[in-house]
């Protein structure tokens, strides 16, 4: 049974920073592909960062162009741990955040990109 598990979420002022982790616990995340994403009241759901395979060239990272430059995915794989480090906050990427893992090597089609399990979210705010 796979479980993910976010935290790091909650209040920062804009221009701030804030860090979040997801730990994976049933499946190493280096046999995985993850992403980020985020779901603003009244917004469809995208995808923000994402890291295929370990040693794939999948393992090269992809940003949303609203992130670019801000948002860093990374992954411990001995703690089995992915994090998205978010600097330069702004309102607009307040969202409920969520972590998600694919179990194949190959990305499906956006919003969700194949996703085959997903955190519970967690509610990033950025006050202005």
């Known amino acids: 049974q796979v479980q993910l598990v976010e935290s790091g979420g909650g209040l920062v002022q804009a221009g701030g920073s804030l860090r979040l982790s997801c730990a994976a616990s049933?499946?190493?995340?280096?046999?995985?592909?993850i992403g980020w994403f985020r779901q603003a009241p009244g917004k469809e759901r995208e995808c923000v960062a994402r890291i295929g395979w370990s040693g794939w060239s999948g393992g090269t990272p992809y940003y949303a162009d609203s992130v670019k430059d801000r948002f860093t995915i990374s992954r411990d794989n001995a703690k089995n741990t992915v994090y998205l480090q978010m600097t330069t906050l702004k309102p607009e990427d307040t969202a409920v955040y969520y972590c998600?893992?694919?179990?194949?090597?190959?990305?499906?089609?956006?919003?969700?990109?194949?996703?085959?399990?997903w955190g519970k979210g967690i509610l990033v705010t950025v006050s202005s």
């Open positions: 998600a893992l694919g179990r194949d090597p190959y990305w499906g089609a956006p919003p969700n990109y194949g996703m085959d399990y």
């Open positions: 049933g499946r190493a995340l280096s046999a995985s592909r």
